[in-house]
């Protein structure tokens, strides 16, 4: 629900800050000084600079908001830990849109490593959040460890099997594995993409299942989001190890990236202030 809102919020900010400027944006360079539509769109202008500074402050947000969350156990009682996330997201996928549309798609100078740190930590952050979401976890973002995971498939199975008549030897039929686990990095990565594309597979192989077994239909919808529970988790398991590690490693791009692209930023604000450009203010 709250990632359908923000996905439409995003479309529609994105969208229609683009289409304002877009016949300032597609000029030839040379040509945009002299534009009667400089003194709103260029980087210094009315809506570029605040679209420079509302961006940045997204992102500040973004990445400040999300770190309190984590970190400051008063604020734990707002919201789950994935919620914060998606709005991190959101913040830091937006903001960086809007910082883009402010540098008029010229990336010069000593602020383009700003820029290109800043694009790096969006694509790692969505590679990140692929590893992240594969990783089970409590509420409060906390990684389960395997007897954790193993003792809630456990209960998944039962649950299914006392509401269905199923017998658990049944189920484990259904969610057999194709192939081995996986070995190194690669091979999981690998291995989470080929669940990806077969987890319509087992949906269909578990609705057939529960069909050939008269479960009524009415029961039918819970038992299967019960049964893709499941499967996900027992999936998970074999990826803990290497995602782990995985996202132990992703942290030493996406966090230090950030911090270079913070230092940057604050050599480019400061230069443009004392150069006299104070926006709205
Ligand atoms: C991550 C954030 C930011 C990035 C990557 C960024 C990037 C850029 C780039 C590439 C340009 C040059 C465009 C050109 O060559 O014409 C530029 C210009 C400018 N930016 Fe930013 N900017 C950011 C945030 C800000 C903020 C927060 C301010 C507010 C003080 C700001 C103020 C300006 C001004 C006044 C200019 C035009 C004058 C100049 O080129 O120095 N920028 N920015
Ligand atoms: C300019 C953009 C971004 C910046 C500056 C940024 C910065 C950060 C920082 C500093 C953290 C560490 C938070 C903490 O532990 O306190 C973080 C975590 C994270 N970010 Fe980003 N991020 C950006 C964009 C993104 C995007 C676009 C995504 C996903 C599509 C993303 C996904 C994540 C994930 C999954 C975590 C890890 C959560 C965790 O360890 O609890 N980030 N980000």
Redesign the pocket.
Known sequence: MLASILTAVWVVAAGSMLVWGLDYYLLPIPQRAYSSLAPLFAPEGLVGHGLGIVGTAM?LV??VG??AR??VRLLSRFGA?KHW?QV??FL??L??FFVLLHTTFKFGGLVSIAFWS?TI??AS??F??YV?VRIPKTLN?RFLDLDAITAQMEALGTQIATRTGLKTAELEMDVALPGAPPTGLLGALGHALAQDMAQRRHARRMRRLLRDHDVPPALRRPILDLAAERHKLRQQTLLLRPFQRLFRYW?VV??PL?VV?FLVLGVHVVVAVLFGYTWIF
């Open positions: 992102i973004g990445v999300y770190g984590k970190r830990l996330l991190h997201i830091c996928t903001g960086p800043m930590v969006v952050g969505v990140g959040r992240y973002g942290h996406h966090l950030a692209m």
